[in-house]
């Protein structure tokens, strides 16, 4: 697998980096080295999950979504928002000011992706009550979990719920309806994320489960969020939304952790946050430990979406705010269960092909060579000091170890600031 | 079957620890990542390991999990010190369980380990004298991808 036709949606900007340890030590799935005084990251270890542009202290890390301009190369300009974008603007702005406020931005048309949510709810009822494959069933909602399970956890990915997540539903719904109602060709309107999460330019440019994404980017909340200010203070109201009226309460609630199993009525559902949890459920769920859990949801953000990466608000005050709209809108049902049934029947929640797992490589493709690597490996280890300082350039001594016996490129033992001249 | 081993490792297992218990099925599973054992089997050994050791740290006073690899098979031997089983195949039948109370707030219990061992396995052999301890031997087979 060749490194540079992996996709990603971080960028480490070697002006402003000076090759401290800061992310390659915050990286969980220790992607990073530092080469020559720039943090380098190996394409195939990274899984997106954004922790290195939270830690940089030289704001070196560029999150790679789609600049708010870019929506001109369209016709029509479709804005996805997550829910998350209504917890980022304090308590009282209400979810239909900030999408009217998208409205004056310059897009045409602004969809809460919230119903689409409540939606998903129901179909992944429907999903666990039809499918008696092996439990428990996880969530396909974070990209970077499906990237995580591909990477780490190989075998569990026959367990991801074979369904598109709620973007991916709205934005293709969508495109079919405006289309119809417009009278133009699909491919002149641009639908773009709202969103708190760069992965999800990977997800949109680089899908693991169609052959072409239905949102044509992703806009970060960081980036939109002075131009949204900017309208709500004008408070140029207008109530021209509808939506209003049919904001759901369930679908807002995927913003935060648990929200997805909120709006299912299994029992047996578990919710996790936080990249450490997550691999460690997913390890768990790997030895089978695991038992009578129907339904997982993972997401890599500590609290969830409102936690992501590209947020503004403090997440615990986005969380609260959340919690208040969950309230105001309610745990009413907003849609037609049947029609979503309907829907289900006719697979528009469905994967078009099946996540392909996508191991780490092995210390060697042959496995007797390997064998010799990882003993090999384990010498070097119980020569290092063990103290995990990072000078060498990799996060820990093992990761050193280990790019010892990969044979990276230059890298000797000397590298080690304790066994070096 | 008396392939040359091309990896052999051993990890002990201590009865009653329920706190480090499922360490060793970890490791294992650790190590066959490592050096690239295909998903599918690697799945069915961490599932099989974690069960054996599970039964180890509910049931008997200690225990030693082994590791041997060979070019066309993974094979996991687990012998313990402990009460051993009176009707073998009483115990390999779903649902049967002899686990307390407590174990089975736990979410232990299920008297679904040996089954679910048996059917990861290609070959399973169980021996056990009671008042001595309990010998497992499974035998999961590496398809070509991996020879
Ligand atoms: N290593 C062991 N030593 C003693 N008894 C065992 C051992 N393994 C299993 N058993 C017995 O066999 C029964 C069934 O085991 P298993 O199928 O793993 O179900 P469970 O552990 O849920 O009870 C246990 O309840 C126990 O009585
Ligand atoms: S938890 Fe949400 S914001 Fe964070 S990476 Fe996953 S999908 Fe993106
Ligand atoms: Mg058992």
């Keep these: ?27 969980p799935t220790k992607a990073i080295r530092i080469k020559e005084r720039k943090a380098r990251v190996n394409a195939e270890r990274c899984i997106d999950c954004g922790e290195c542009y939270r830690v940089c202290p030289y704001d070196a890390v560029t999150p790679l979504t789609t600049k708010t301009s870019d929506i001109n190369l369209f016709k029509i300009k479709v804005a996805l928002p997550s829910p998350v974008l209504y917890s980022q603007f304090g308590g009282e702005i209400m979810p239909d000011e900030i999408l009217n406020a998208l409205q004056e931005i310059g897009f045409d048309y602004v969809y ?62 969508l495109r079919k309806e405006i289309s119809k109602e417009k009278q133009i060709p699909e491919d002149e309107i641009g639908i773009f994320h709202i969103t708190p999460c760069p992965a999800k330019m990977v997800s949109i440019n680089r899908p693991e489960t169609m052959e072409k994404s239905n949102l044509d980017g992703a806009i970060s909340i960081r980036e939109i969020y002075n131009q949204i200010m900017q309208k709500l203070r004008k408070r140029e109201r207008k109530f021209l939304l509808q ?30 946050s936080g990249v ?5 459920i997913l390890n768990e769920v790997e030895s089978g430990k695991i038992k009578n859990i129907e339904y997982l949801e993972c997401l890599i953000c500590p609290d969830g979406c409102i936690g992501g990466p590209l947020t503004v608000e403090n997440r615990f005050l986005a ?24 829907l289900y029947e006719k697979n528009f929640f469905s994967f078009e092909r099946d996540i392909q797992p996508k191991p780490f490589s092995p210390l060697d493709m042959d496995k007797s060579e390997a064998i010799k690597k990882l003993r090999k490996k384990e010498r ?25 016996v990969r044979g990276e490129q230059n890298l000797t033992i000397g590298k080690c600031v304790f066994l070096g001249e | 079957m008396n392939q040359e081993a091309i990896l052999s490792e051993e990890f002990e297992i201590s009865g009653g620890d329920f706190v480090n218990g499922g360490r ?3 490791l294992i599973k650790n190590i066959l990542k490592e050096i690239g054992i295909d998903a599918e089997i690697l799945r069915r050994v961490a599932i099989a390991a974690y069960e054996a050791e599970m039964n180890v740290v509910m049931y008997a006073r200690r225990g030693i999990m082994k590791l041997v690899l060979t070019p066309k098979r993974i094979i996991i031997k687990v012998e313990d010190e402990g009460p051993g089983i009176h009707d073998i195949e009483l115990a390999m039948q779903p649902g049967y369980s002899t686990a307390t109370p407590e174990m089975r707030e736990m979410g232990f219990g299920a008297g679904m380990g040996l089954p679910n061992i048996k059917k990861n396995s290609d070959k399973f052999n169980i021996e056990s004298t009671v008042g001595k301890g309990t010998n497992l031997e499974i035998i999961i087979n590496l398809n070509n991808k991996n020879v």
């Design chain 1, 276 to 280: 450490y949890d997550t691999i460690k």
């Design chain 1, 243 to 272: 939506t209003q009226s049919q904001i759901s309460g369930i679908g807002i609630g995927w913003a935060i952790s648990g929200g997805e199993i909120r709006g299912i009525k299994q029992d047996a559902s578990v919710s996790v």
């Design chain 1, 1 to 27: 697998m060749s490194e540079s036709i992996i996709y990603h949606s971080i960028k480490v900007n070697d002006q402003k980096c000076i090759g401290c340890v800061v992310c390659m030590k915050a990286c």
């Design chain 1, 319 to 342: 969380k609260t705010h959340i919690l208040k709209l969950i309230r105001k809108f309610g745990e009413r049902n907003r849609i037609d269960i049947n029609y979503v049934k309907q």
């Design chain 2, 24 to 26: 060793a099925s970890c």
């Design chain 1, 112 to 173: 809460d992706e919230a119903l689409i949510c409540e939606m998903a709810s129901v179909a992944i009822e429907e999903y666990l009550e039809r499918n008696k494959s092996p439990r428990p069933i996880i969530s396909s909602t974070c990209p970077v979990v499906v990237r995580l399970i591909q990477r780490l956890f190989p075998s569990l990915v026959s367990l991801i719920i074979r369904m598109e997540p709620p973007r991916e539903i709205a934005a293709k719904n």
């Design chain 1, 380 to 404: 070097i280890l119980k020569n290092l000091p063990g103290i995990n300082c990072g000078v060498c350039g990799a996060p820990d001594c093992e990761s050193f170890a280990e790019d010892l």
